[in-house]
């Protein structure tokens, strides 16, 4: 049991201690740059619309009036 124990310790250090090769490391960070950016601006963006004025004037609605029912008399020719 001692000898299995070492050599699978080793191999668990050395499989563990790898971490990702520089230019993985450094794609990585750019992704997460331009990743963040992009949510930055999403933010920025919404923030910008809703502290904007708003042009738009509501109007009261108003109740259509009822106009007479053409008589049949009337649209007959």
């Known amino acids: 049991m001692k000898k299995i124990f070492l050599p699978v310790f080793v191999f668990v250090l050395i499989l563990t201690s790898c971490g990702p090769a ?3 490391r ?3 960070h750019e992704r997460a740059k331009v990743f963040q950016d992009s949510i930055a601006n999403m933010i920025r963006s919404s ?3 809703a502290a904007a004025p708003s042009n738009v004037v509501v109007v009261p609605a108003q109740t259509p009036t009822a106009a007479p ?3 049949p008399a009337a649209n007959a020719k």
Do not use: G, I, S, V
Request: net charge negative; glycine share 0%; charged share 15%.
């Open 47 to 49: 923030m910008a619309e």
């Open 69 to 71: 029912a053409p008589t």
């Open 22 to 24: 520089a230019e993985n």
């Open 26 to 28: 450094q794609m990585m």
